[in-house]
């Protein structure tokens, strides 16, 4: 099974070249093919700079691959590794969407390098509410207005530079 997540994963960067930068955002069960390309990059001889975005409900309960996200980030794998819990009253960021905002800096900066995103969950809440923070964000740093910016997203993803595995 991790095999196969894997390699459809990793299809999606039609290069194959891990040179650029990457930024990988999922919620709930959308982290899950982010597994496998986190190992193919560690394996890799080809040292990325890597940003995982994960959201969950509960930080307690759902977050099953933190040790090993944590173990990669760690390990140098990932650059950093940011995280949003929905339903604990403690988080500062509820979805992931609240994480890009609070880092935009780091986001933008990362885009700018050639980044490729790949973003993997819901259709409704996730894919959108990314699509439109990235938006935000990219035309406040670029200084362009929001039809601007939803063209450079959709740019971005004409060229393969932002990936979606959604369903709804």
């Not at 500062?92 to 900066?109: M, R, S």
Request: charged share 25%.
């Amino acid at each position: 099974y991790q095999r196969r997540v894997r390699e459809a994963v990793v299809s999606t960067q039609s290069t194959g070249d891990l040179r650029a930068p990457v930024i990988m955002i999922g919620a709930g069960t959308g982290v899950s093919p982010f597994l496998g390309f986190l190992d193919y990059i560690a394996n890799s001889d080809v040292r990325t700079r890597a940003v995982l975005i994960t959201g969950n409900r509960y930080k307690g309960l759902d977050s099953i691959y933190s040790s090993m996200f944590t173990s990669y980030h760690d390990d140098g794998t990932l650059e950093s590794y940011l995280t949003a819990y929905s339903r604990d009253a403690d988080s500062t960021c509820k979805y992931v969407q609240d994480v890009i905002k609070k880092h935009e800096q780091e986001i933008v900066a990362f885009i700018e390098e050639g980044a490729r995103l790949y973003v993997c969950g819901d259709a409704k809440g996730l894919s959108v509410g990314v699509f439109e923070v990235l938006c935000n964000i990219l035309g406040s740093f670029k200084g362009i207005g929001n039809s601007e910016a939803r063209e450079l997203v959709t740019t971005m993803k004409k060229e393969g530079r932002y990936n979606e595995d959604i369903w709804t």
